[in-house]
């Protein structure tokens, strides 16, 4: 039996870990920290069976080392992370302070107390972007070039980890992930906000740059990866996570408006946000050679079965309708 941090635990990718971890693992525990931001959903995680849920952020260096001493944490799984990129163009510095400073405290307490593997998430988006005309796809080795303060504050994030664990022995991993989509993601990110507007009859707002793509991994796929890479993978290593599935953002409008029974009529052109990547690609082979991982979920049956989701929970993203401090195309000069 082990107990796990999930930092990031009430957000979306972290809450579906959570909820798979349970199940996969039953006898661990799992404590899940988030500092509840206006995308972050307390009843994602909270109250579910062996999980202990605490409000609070990775930059408190001291509570963090409480929670690991306290709850004798063997592993931390770290999504913590501002991530929209639309918001980052308008709020950079929460960005950084999150993603940069907030890591590094993060691994402070971590370095102080000692656990037997702490796990990073990442994003394909540290290694910038992609021609959409050659086929070519981010290794391991590629160097990060990101382009936009997210991207910029996840590589740094990126760094630190790498940093502690060459400079201080802490028994890191990372993983590399490809855009994730399934249910509890919040409806600022394209696929619950497609299908949301689309369930209210509103338009479906695409970036001019309709032909950027994607590589679309669904978030259980993602959840077993991780677990994969906790247990088995080798210490100091990053391995990339993806399904070589790729989707242009125009493909994803149609999709969506195609399993609600709903004609092309909703799609409406808005101004692309600065330096909007134009495609992301991961090659997964190391991945899948020597873990054994690959893709359980496809494309086709995963996207029909987010939007029934989110078709069927009115009730869970109905009241975060608002919450979004980013109105797509309304205008990129920050605060």
Known sequence: MSTVLVTGAAGF???????????????DRVVAL???TYAGVRGNVEGLDGVTFVHGSIANTELVEHLLRSHGVDVVVNFAAESHNSLAILRPSDFFATNVMGT??????????????????????????????????????SPYRPRTPYNAAKAGGDHVVRA???????????????????????????????TTRALAG??????????????WLHVDDHARAIDAVVHHGRV?????????????I?????????????????????????????????????????LGWAPQVGWDS???????????????WRPLLGRSPVVEGAGWSGP
Request: proline share 6%; hydrophobic share 35%.
């Open 13 to 27: 990718i972290g809450s579906n870990v959570v909820r798979y971890w349970r199940a996969a693992h039953p006898t």
């Open 34 to 36: 988030d500092a509840l």
């Open 104 to 141: 590094q405290g993060l691994l402070e307490a971590v370095r102080r107390v000692g656990v037997s593997r702490f796990h990073h998430v990442s994003t394909c988006e540290v290694y910038g972007d992609l021609p959409l005309d050659v086929d070519a796809a981010f290794t391991e080795d």
């Open 164 to 194: 502690y664990g060459l400079t201080y022995d802490v028994p890191v991993t990372i993983t590399t992930c490809a855009n994730n989509y399934g249910p509890f993601q919040f409806p600022e990110k394209v696929i619950p906000l497609f």
């Open 202 to 215: 509103e338009p479906l707002p695409l970036y001019a740059s309709t032909k950027n793509r994607r590589e």
């Open 236 to 248: 100091g290593e990053t391995y990339n996570v993806g399904s070589g599935h790729e989707v242009d």
């Open 250 to 290: 125009e493909g994803v409008a149609d999709t969506i408006l195609d399993t609600l029974g709903l004609g092309p009529d909703l799609k409406t052109i808005v101004p692309d946000r600065p330096s909007h990547d134009r495609r992301y690609l991961l090659d997964s082979s190391k991945l899948r050679a020597e």
């Open 302 to 316: 995963g996207i029909a079965a987010t939007v029934d989701w989110y078709r069927d929970n009115e009730a869970w």
